[in-house]
């Protein structure tokens, strides 16, 4: 179990930039998410973590100590590949029992016996253990590769994406099976993903990547309640937020036909400012101060997903439970202004002062 | 344990009811198509059968016309082919008819009039057949692989160019350049010694090996590898777990199309030996000469020479019908 350090990594590929200057701390036993689109760099950083891609700036420390030149079989780390993870052509058993069996480590073979029958038994796969990898199911398969990261314990888990292949269902069990596992493990994770609900939910802190940029780094509900910019508000948080541009005029922040109307104390006066409402900080009552049109439903059971369109903007607000709304119906609704967030027209985000908290 | 074989899974037999599978036409079409492969396999193989009947026949009935489907098989032609004989006169033949320390062999000779008076060259120049294809092959596989390895998975300058230029060495036939090649070697101290026609097959296989395992390497993904090292293994050691596990299809198929290579060639075996390092081929149509073609002899030759290869690609048949259908049918 280590803490791991990057010191500004940058990395190209040809004349393609894939890291710019990534600095992060991530702390012993800590579960680090890295989030962002595909190509922004979060596999690199992976790869560079492991040894299996070298900077071409900056440093790697694992705990104090300087690992740049160190190869990825010195560094004692665990990879989680998003497929291809296991070896073809051997059982599971000697999946598990491979890196037990690398000549840096020397385990004698009961000890190996019984880390491999413990970490099969952690993921409920000894029953698989004779059968060929070629046999399993995907869940089954990132299971055994799971499996292959916790037989020994290595001082970080990097997990490249390892549920995106797999079918909704077997994501969501797997991803809680995971987050238990790390904290009876206590092991330090990297975990890389494009999705932003394994981000949210599996996270202690996360990290969100752009371009091989760092955009911000935070605890989830950082990253939720004030993304630092329009890129991260709208990346996380489904359905997306509500993002329209207003006007500065009279101490209010006027949408563009003055549908929505926000106070502005605190806010320095500026010609054009974006706004960001979450769809669960829209609610539909009779006592609203504005109106809108609805124009679609998307009931999902706890909730329901309304489309509203106002004079000038289209906005999504969650409403609990299965909506009774009609389409087409004319609707008052009201805005958690508490919660709203506001952005440059460049997509930074201002702070108000001494209002919103 | 599970209790079925893991290699058989237990499944109903579904019979399809689809009317595109079970129609007329396409169960015709079907039949129709396995009796033109039959017919075209017995074709092929009809002057492979033809050479194993000749060499069992004897001398007029290899040369009889019309020629003999039917005949008394005989090893005579394996005898005549394996042994130095010479030509008895009236009196020692009936000499040698009294005597009882006689073997099959000296009795088949004897038939002819002739008496055994040591083995043939052949039997040498099978064997230095065999020696120089098995080493040749296996210095191609191994060289091939290794930088076959090393242009999938490294970033190397040049290195189209450098494929191009490997690629190139097969751009001409080679038999343009015998005739430098044989006063190299007569230079060189390489004429008629096994390492020359060793060095000169490997050459000739080598482009050919890194080529054809480049791809095969190339569709071995590299997280294998990769993982392997993260798992605590140099790069040596997850090429030999990893990597050459998967890639034996690939070297089986490179084997035997190196070997049956070096076990065919002709033309520099002939002009770049005479008799140490003599192989096989050259060696056949020696025997066509002195005293008529002898028939029986040749194709007993013929019979021998196919035997190793035959006995190869047999072994790795498994690992052929993919090597040799790579490319054509690529995997997603």
Same mark, same amino acid.
């Given at each position: 179990?280590?803490?791991?350090?990057?010191?500004?990594?940058?990395?190209?590929?040809?004349?393609?930039?894939?890291?710019?200057?990534?600095?992060?701390?991530?702390?012993?036993?800590?579960?680090?998410?890295?989030?962002?689109?595909?190509?922004?760099?979060?596999?690199?950083?992976?790869?560079?973590?492991?040894?299996?891609?070298?900077?071409?700036?900056?440093?790697?420390?694992?705990?104090?100590?300087?690992?740049?030149?160190?190869?990825?079989?010195?560094?004692?780390?665990?990879?989680?590949?998003?497929?291809?993870?296991?070896?073809?052509?051997?059982?599971?058993?000697?999946?598990?029992?491979?890196?037990?069996?690398?000549?840096?480590?020397?385990?004698?073979?009961?000890?190996?016996?019984?880390?491999?029958?413990?970490?099969?038994?952690?993921?409920?796969?000894?029953?698989?253990?004779?059968?060929?990898?070629?046999?399993?199911?995907?869940?089954?398969?990132?299971?055994?590769?799971?499996?292959?990261?916790?037989?020994?314990?290595?001082?970080?888990?990097?997990?490249?994406?390892?549920?995106?292949?797999?079918?909704?269902? !077997?994501? =969501?069990? @797997?991803? &809680? $099976?995971?987050?238990?596992?790390?904290? %009876?493990?206590?092991?330090?994770? *990297?975990?890389?993903?494009?999705?932003?609900?394994?981000?949210?939910?599996?996270?202690?802190?996360?990290?969100?990547?752009?371009?091989?940029?760092?955009?911000?780094?935070?605890?989830?509900?950082?990253?939720?309640?004030?993304?630092?910019?329009?890129?991260?508000?709208?990346?996380?948080?489904?359905?997306?937020?509500?993002?329209?541009?207003?006007?500065?005029?009279?101490?209010?922040?006027?949408?563009?036909?003055?549908?929505?109307?926000?106070?502005?104390?605190?806010?320095?006066?500026?010609?054009?400012?974006?706004?960001?409402?979450?769809?669960?900080?829209?609610?539909?009552?009779?006592?609203?101060?504005?109106?809108?049109?609805?124009? !679609?439903? =998307?009931? @999902?059971? &706890? $909730?329901?997903?309304?489309?509203?369109? %106002?004079?000038?903007?289209?906005? *999504?607000?969650?409403?609990?439970?299965?909506?009774?709304?009609?389409?087409?119906?004319?609707?008052?609704?009201?805005?958690?202004?508490?919660?709203?967030?506001?952005?440059?027209?460049?997509?930074?985000?201002?702070?108000?002062?001494?209002?919103?908290? | 344990?599970?209790?079925?074989?893991?290699?058989?899974?237990?499944?109903?037999?579904?019979?399809?009811?689809?009317?595109?599978?079970?129609?007329?036409?396409?169960?015709?079409?079907?039949?129709?198509?396995?009796?033109?492969?039959?017919?075209?396999?017995?074709?092929?193989?009809?002057?492979?059968?033809?050479?194993?009947?000749?060499?069992?026949?004897?001398?007029?009935?290899?040369?009889?016309?019309?020629?003999?489907?039917?005949?008394?098989?005989?090893?005579?032609?394996?005898?005549?082919?394996?042994?130095?004989?010479?030509?008895?006169?009236?009196?020692?033949?009936?000499?040698?008819?009294?005597?009882?320390?006689?073997?099959?062999?000296?009795?088949?000779?004897?038939?002819?009039?002739?008496?055994?008076?040591?083995?043939?060259?052949?039997?040498?120049?099978?064997?230095?057949?065999?020696?120089?294809?098995?080493?040749?092959?296996?210095?191609?596989?191994?060289?091939?692989?290794?930088?076959?390895?090393?242009?999938?998975?490294?970033?190397?300058?040049?290195?189209?160019?450098?494929?191009?230029?490997?690629?190139?060495?097969?751009?001409?036939?080679?038999?343009?350049?015998?005739?430098?090649?044989?006063?190299?070697?007569?230079?060189?101290?390489?004429?008629?010694?096994?390492?020359?026609?060793?060095?000169?097959?490997?050459?000739?296989?080598?482009?050919?090996?890194?080529?054809?395992?480049?791809?095969?390497?190339?569709?071995?993904?590299?997280?294998?590898?990769?993982?392997?090292?993260?798992?605590?293994?140099?790069?040596?050691?997850?090429?030999?777990?990893?990597?050459?596990?998967?890639?034996?299809?690939?070297?089986?198929?490179?084997?035997?199309?190196?070997?049956?290579?070096?076990?065919?060639?002709?033309?520099?075996?002939?002009?770049?030996?005479?008799?140490?390092?003599?192989?096989?081929?050259?060696?056949?149509?020696?025997?066509?000469?002195?005293?008529?073609?002898?028939?029986?002899?040749?194709?007993?030759?013929?019979?021998?020479?196919?035997?190793?290869?035959?006995?190869?690609?047999?072994?790795?048949?498994?690992?052929?019908?993919?090597?040799?259908?790579?490319?054509?049918?690529?995997?997603?």
């Amino acid at each position: 179990m280590s803490r791991i350090r990057l010191e500004t990594i940058s990395k190209t590929f040809g004349e393609e930039l894939a890291l710019s200057k990534v600095s992060l701390d991530i702390q012993d036993n800590e579960f680090f998410v890295l989030l962002g689109p595909t190509g922004a760099g979060k596999t690199t950083t992976l790869r560079v973590i492991a040894g299996l891609e070298k900077q071409d700036a900056g440093h790697v420390y694992f705990d104090e100590s300087l690992v740049d030149s160190i190869p990825p079989a010195d560094r004692d780390t665990a990879f989680v590949f998003q497929q291809y993870s296991l070896y073809p052509n051997m059982t599971v058993y000697e999946n598990l029992a491979f890196p037990l069996k690398s000549p840096l480590r020397n385990f004698d073979a009961a000890d190996i016996d019984r880390r491999i029958k413990d970490a099969a038994e952690k993921l409920r796969i000894t029953h698989l253990l004779e059968r060929k990898t070629a046999r399993l199911s995907g869940g089954e398969m990132q299971r055994v590769s799971i499996g292959r990261a916790i037989v020994r314990k290595p001082r970080v888990f990097l997990m490249d994406e390892p549920l995106s292949n797999l079918d909704a269902k !077997l994501r =969501e069990s @797997l991803r &809680v $099976e995971l987050k238990h596992l790390q904290k %009876t493990q206590e092991v330090t994770t *990297l975990f890389v993903t494009h999705d932003q609900i394994e981000a949210l939910t599996m996270a202690d802190r996360l990290a969100v990547l752009n371009n091989g940029k760092i955009i911000q780094i935070g605890s989830p509900d950082d990253i939720y309640d004030r993304p630092a910019s329009t890129f991260v508000a709208q990346l996380v948080g489904t359905p997306r937020i509500n993002l329209f541009e207003t006007e500065f005029a009279g101490g209010k922040l006027h949408s563009l036909k003055n549908a929505l109307e926000f106070d502005a104390t605190g806010l320095e006066p500026a010609s054009k400012t974006l706004v960001g409402i979450r769809p669960e900080d829209i609610s539909i009552s009779a006592q609203g101060t504005f109106h809108a049109k609805v124009v !679609l439903k =998307e009931p @999902l059971g &706890v $909730e329901t997903i309304v489309h509203l369109q %106002t004079e000038d903007n289209k906005l *999504l607000a969650i409403v609990p439970g299965i909506s009774h709304h009609q389409i087409g119906e004319t609707v008052k609704f009201e805005v958690n202004s508490d919660r709203l967030h506001f952005f440059t027209t460049e997509g930074e985000r201002i702070e108000a002062k001494g209002v919103a908290a | 344990m599970a209790l079925r074989s893991p290699s058989a899974p237990k499944q109903d037999v579904v019979i399809s009811t689809r009317v595109d599978k079970v129609g007329l036409r396409p169960a015709l079409l079907r039949n129709f198509r396995a009796g033109l492969a039959v017919v075209a396999a017995l074709i092929m193989l009809l002057p492979a059968v033809w050479m194993s009947m000749t060499a069992f026949k004897s001398r007029p009935d290899a040369v009889s016309v019309p020629p003999k489907v039917f005949f008394t098989p005989t090893l005579e032609g394996f005898v005549s082919l394996l042994t130095d004989r010479r030509q008895l006169s009236n009196t020692e033949l009936e000499d040698y008819k009294q005597r009882t320390d006689l073997n099959w062999m000296d009795k088949l000779a004897l038939k002819r009039g002739q008496a055994i008076i040591g083995w043939s060259e052949f039997p040498k120049h099978l064997r230095n057949s065999i020696i120089i294809s098995v080493t040749s092959t296996f210095l191609s596989i191994f060289f091939g692989v290794l930088a076959a390895y090393a242009f999938s998975r490294f970033k190397i300058p040049g290195e189209s160019d450098l494929l191009f230029f490997i690629l190139s060495t097969r751009m001409l036939p080679p038999v343009v350049v015998t005739i430098p090649i044989f006063l190299m070697y007569r230079a060189l101290g390489l004429f008629d010694t096994h390492i020359g026609l060793i060095l000169l097959y490997t050459a000739f296989n080598l482009s050919f090996a890194v080529w054809l395992m480049k791809g095969f390497i190339d569709e071995i993904p590299k997280e294998y590898e990769e993982a392997a090292l993260v798992d605590g293994y140099t790069r040596l050691q997850a090429f030999r777990k990893i990597v050459l596990p998967q890639a034996i299809t690939g070297i089986a198929a490179t084997t035997v199309f190196s070997f049956i290579f070096a076990w065919n060639e002709y033309a520099f075996a002939l002009m770049l030996t005479s008799s140490a390092a003599r192989t096989a081929p050259p060696s056949l149509p020696s025997r066509i000469g002195t005293g008529g073609v002898e028939w029986a002899a040749i194709a007993a030759g013929s019979l021998l020479f196919l035997i190793p290869a035959i006995i190869l690609t047999f072994a790795l048949r498994k690992h052929l019908l993919r090597g040799v259908t790579f490319g054509a049918i690529r995997k997603g």
